[in-house]
């Protein structure tokens, strides 16, 4: 039984042995093909007389023709930062510098540095040499989710250029970041690999800290078709004030020769200064709406605005949003007021921790970008009030973002501010977050002592309900109540 055991193996080895030396045949059940056309089809014995077949029927191939012994792997896509899918009303879209103006179509990916022909194919797109890529240019505001060419990372000591060497990156700016406590750099990914293969490249580097795209950051104006805030929120407009209370404000551009501005702005800081100034509308609403003077007059008139520019076209840059808030820090500001959305980010988290344990209050705006899209950072972020928007009636802005991270309601509905063509009607989640900005600059100025705690507490605790009972994914915890919240116990 073994001897014959023994024999029926061999003979199997043999067997598989033959299979693998004879060439691969064609399998077909076509009654009607020839012995000639299935030789052709083997290709392992095929004649000179065989005949393509788009030469017998005017083109098309017939079924299970392909070349011999060709091998199909399927494409392997890793995306490293995925889209959130967002249901119902999408976000505003937004061009991307990244499409072909004449077609639309994104370009195809670039294989990484030394890339085969067969991982340039199994990437999904030809093999692209470094020379033939863009330039990247200065410092910009950038549409899309994160700059394609930038990575943002923080080092300790000074091996940024051993750094950039090691990994074929270009240092195209570092700067010591108060709210970071460390350096941060901007490098540049001159020969097109994906953001995020090189942030795992630097994962492995123990000299970098932290690694994060550049992302890119929206200003939240929604379109627009009086002032009736100070009701809505219970402040008196004739005993509103913010007097001396430090606010620094991150948004675009103002124009500060608007008469609701007079003697309202502290000081300035341009964090693109490399940009032109095109637009000066959305700052100057939000300055005006949380400190304006005259027949355009604020919730806190008397504030001191300490206004960064961070933005242009409504789009800004990690990087430059650091900057800002770095400089915003160095002014000893009560009150950050950040009117922007954009994706998570690491360094922006600890930048914005940094700065509440410094006892800054920050205040953003929740989003504009519907009932079903994702959250919105900063206002997403533990220890930031996110503001959404409500009407004179009190019902919530169609387009405002939901969730268990908005904080607080405000007016941000159709309402008079100063732009920089005088005044505008104007409606988001932007204006919002500047009502509640100003509230609680009257609150400090009442009572200067006031930590950013308490501001938080307080404002949670009086604000007057909105929609199912207790705080909800709509209204956080409902309409911001000023009279209650300066009444409100230590």
């Known amino acids: 039984m073994v001897a014959r055991a023994v024999v029926r193996f061999a003979a199997l080895l043999v067997a598989a042995a033959t299979i ?69 009303q999408a976000p505003l879209p937004t061009p991307d510098p990244r499409r072909d103006p004449a077609s639309g179509a994104l370009p195809q990916p670039v294989p990484p540095a030394g890339a085969t022909a067969i991982q340039a194919a199994a990437a999904g797109g030809p093999i692209v040499s470094p020379t033939d890529l863009v330039a990247a240019e200065p410092p910009r505001a950038v549409i899309g989710d994160f700059v394609p060419d930038e990575v943002l990372v923080t080092v300790d000591g ?10 074929g990156l270009e240092v195209r ?49 929604a379109a627009t078709v009086v002032n009736y805030a100070f009701e809505r929120i219970a402040l008196d407009s004739r005993e509103a004030s913010g007097e001396n209370v430090r606010i620094a404000v991150i948004d675009t551009a103002i124009d500060d020769t608007n008469p609701a501005l007079s003697g309202v702005i502290a000081d300035q800081f341009d964090a693109m200064p490399d940009v032109p100034i095109e637009a000066r509308d959305h700052g100057t609403s939000i300055d005006g709406l949380i400190a ?87 206002a ?47 409606t988001g989640t932007s204006f919002a977050a500047a009502i509640v900005t100003g509230a609680i600059a009257n609150l400090l100025h009442a009572a200067p002592d006031r930590s950013a705690d308490w501001v938080e507490k307080a404002l949670a605790a009086t604000a007057r309900d909105l929609g199912p009972k207790g705080r909800d994914n709509d209204f956080g915890y409902g309409l911001l109540d000023t009279k209650a919240a300066e009444a409100a116990k230590e």
């Open 20 to 88: 693998a030396a004879a060439p691969a045949l064609a399998q077909t059940n076509d009654p009607n093909l020839t012995q000639t056309e299935i030789d052709c089809l083997n290709r392992g014995t095929a004649a000179a007389d065989c005949v393509d077949d788009d030469t017998k029927d005017g083109g098309g191939e017939k079924p299970g023709a392909g070349p011999t012994g060709a091998v199909f792997l399927p494409a392997l896509i890793v995306d490293l930062f995925p889209n959130p899918v967002g249901g119902g």
């Open 158 to 167: 000074d091996a940024v250029q051993q750094i950039a060497a090691s990994f």
């Open 173 to 221: 700016s570092q700067r010591q970041s108060q709210l970071l406590g460390t350096t941060l750099v901007r490098f540049g990914i001159p020969d097109g690999r994906p953001v995020g293969v090189v942030l795992a490249q630097l994962a492995a580097d123990g000299r970098t800290l932290r690694r994060e795209p550049n992302h890119i950051y929206a200003l939240q104006q």
């Open 292 to 378: 304006g003077v005259g027949a355009l007059k604020g919730m806190a008139p008397g504030a001191r605005i300490y206004h960064a520019r961070a933005f242009e076209g409504g789009k800004s840059t990690m990087d430059i949003i650091l900057a800002a808030l770095d400089w915003a820090a160095e002014q000893d500001v009560r009150i950050i007021n950040m009117s922007f959305v954009g994706p998570k980010n690491d360094l922006l988290g600890v930048a914005c921790r940094n700065a509440r344990a410094l006892g800054i209050v920050l205040v953003a705006a929740a989003g504009n970008n519907g009932p079903k899209a994702p959250y919105g950072y900063p």
């Open 380 to 426: 997403a972020f533990d220890g930031v009030i996110a503001v959404t928007a409500t009407d004179a009636k009190d019902g919530l802005m169609q387009q405002a973002n939901r969730g268990a991270y908005v904080f607080l309601s405000a007016p941000g509905v159709e309402m008079v501010a100063p732009s920089g063509a005088g005044s505008d009607v104007v």
